[in-house]
């Protein structure tokens, strides 16, 4: 299968270590960062990579993307010269607005819904650090939940690669989950300073999650995706399994003074919120506070 990746971050760079070995494997990058990669290479937990950047415009049948929210638009402009009618798209973007913005670049049919979850890894320039001995857990499917040829494709690729995935019964209910993680999760971590041990042992950092799941779950509901008891528990059960000193992608682009993703966490919510006149202070609130820490010293 002829596989590109772009995003050379905390979370493509371990997924192309895995996926270089048993693939046509190759990177896309904007012409002004071919020349940093060329010179430094990508490193990952101590061992440099230098995966091919591919320069040809040639239609590949999987694309991934691993780009922040904040990049997608340049990202799409990279990776248009190797879209064809039956190129496979999977955005792993935090969120869930990006599958929409490919949709209406490309086709529709070109997107499978997908996320990563379970990954603890931090990036410092081109060095990858992964906490997480399998690498991270994707989930994916078709907008529908049906799986196709298609789908099954890309579970064959990934289970030669021995990236650990899963295929959901119900991929958009799955995506709100995570959403709901990143609000939480990321946001709270981000004004806290919380690595993941720091949040697995703070009480206050889980009451304030459930208060906020309780303001979410029912802007889902409004958006017909119903998030009951048990994803709230999923979501320290996934905190668990990341015990250790990794930090989430957004405070690690805070301390980097890296434009963040808040615009697409707590304030996309509280858009939705708006759309369907329900009340969401808490979210309201912490999207102000990580604008305020972000911005922190430099007004």
Sequence with gaps: ????????????????????????????????????????????????????????KESADLIIIACKNTDLAAALDTVAPHVGESTLIMSLLNGIESEKVISARFRPS???????????????????????????????????????ERIDRIDE?????????????????????KFAFNICVNSLSSVMNLTYSDMNSNQNFHRLVRMLYREIRTVSAAEGIILDDRDEERCFEVLRNMEGPGKTSMLQDIEAHRP????????????MGRRHSIATPLCDFLYQLVEAKSNAGTC
């Design 110 to 148: 070109n997107v499978i819904y997908s996320f990563i979850t379970n990954l603890s890894s931090v990036r410092n320039g081109s060095r990858i650090d992964c906490f997480s001995p399998r690498g991270g857990l994707v989930l994916f499917n078709e907008k529908d939940s049906v799986r196709t």
């Design 1 to 56: 299968m002829v596989v590109r990746l772009l995003g050379l971050g905390a979370v493509g760079a371990p997924l192309a270590v895995r996926l270089a070995p048993v693939s046509s494997f190759g990177v896309l990058l904007s012409d002004d960062r071919i020349g940093k990669y060329e010179k430094e290479g990508c490193t990952v937990n101590g061992v440099r990579y230098d995966f091919p950047v591919i320069r040809e």
């Design 260 to 271: 963040t993703e808040n615009r697409y966490f707590s304030l996309s919510l509280s858009d």
């Design 157 to 177: 690729l990934f289970t030669c690669a021995g990236i650990w995935h899963d295929i959901p019964h119900d991929i958009m209910h799955d995506m709100w989950w």
